[in-house]
């Protein structure tokens, strides 16, 4: 069974931080790449942080340098550390995954293609 779960979600205030987690089962886990997207009510789905299986990773001019993606091949869980936070940040963010490295290298940006998704966790930032 393919599943990815993520956790780690919440209310925070602008400046803080939250750790996303994504715990995949095997299937999911074994795959090209592994990425983190948002969704903001009345936005497009935004692709955050990708992580292939050589460890190349990818962010948007948006979250670079506040945003970290990384695994844990032991657990099989993938993580989003996210810092400074802000407002603009609020959305539900999902985590994916595709064995295809031609989706993991032209599909990032709205993450159409990917084959695996999680339900979402959300990510709300007060000012």
């Known amino acids: 069974q393919v599943q990815l779960v993520e956790s780690g979600g919440g209310s925070v205030q602008a400046e803080e931080s939250l750790r996303l987690s994504c715990a995949a089962s095997?299937?999911?886990?074994?795959?090209?790449?592994m990425g983190w997207f948002r969704q903001a009510p009345g936005k497009p789905r935004e692709g955050i942080a990708l992580i292939d299986l050589h460890n190349s990773t990818r962010y948007p001019d948006s979250v670079k340098g506040r945003f970290t993606i990384s695994k844990d091949n032991a657990k099989s869980i993938l993580y989003l550390q996210m810092n400074r936070l802000t407002p603009e940040d609020t959305a539900m963010y999902y985590c994916a995954s595709d064995a295809r490295e031609y989706v993991c290298r032209d599909s990032f940006d709205r993450g159409d293609g990917f084959r695996f998704w999680g339900q979402g966790t959300q990510v709300t930032v007060s000012s």
């Open positions: 095997p299937y999911a886990w074994g795959t090209y790449c």
